[in-house]
């Protein structure tokens, strides 16, 4: 069955790093778009980061640009969101999402499979 296994989450200082994996299985990860979203306490899911299904193309909420950066492994079936210079305000639960196709839209309506996630938090 189609699965994603969210990892690398933790406690992190302001202006430190974290790297979060994504790891899927059960569909043919190379033919899925993917992101990154995340839903802080209290409040709405948003999207954060995503990657083409072949990896060409990566796009950032405004928030995060600069900050972080999302790549993917189509080999290991894995996706990963680099998080540097991390804020308070980053503190959320963070999720992977997969959607069959090239293009990986802003949309979250628009993803198939969803990870159970990992929490961050960023504290001094």
């Known amino acids: 069955q189609v699965q994603l296994v969210e990892s690398g989450g933790g406690l992190a200082q302001p202006g430190g790093s974290l790297r979060l994996s994504c790891a899927a299985s059960?569909?043919?990860?190379?033919?899925?778009?993917m992101i990154w979203a995340r839903q802080p306490p209290g409040k709405r899911l948003e999207w954060v980061s995503g990657?083409?299904?072949?990896?060409?193309?990566?796009n950032y909420a405004d928030s995060v640009k600069g900050r972080f950066t999302i790549s993917r492994d189509n080999a290991k079936n894995t996706v990963y969101l680099q998080m540097n210079s991390l804020k308070p305000e980053d503190t959320a639960l963070y999720y992977c999402?997969?959607?069959?196709?090239?293009?990986?839209?802003?949309?979250?309506?628009?993803?198939?499979?969803w990870g159970q996630g990992t929490q961050v938090t960023v504290s001094s």
């Open positions: 059960g569909f043919t990860f190379s033919s899925y778009a």
């Open positions: 990657i083409y299904s072949d990896g060409s193309d990566t």
């Open positions: 999402a997969a959607n069959w196709g090239t293009i990986a839209t802003m949309k979250l309506n628009d993803y198939d499979y």
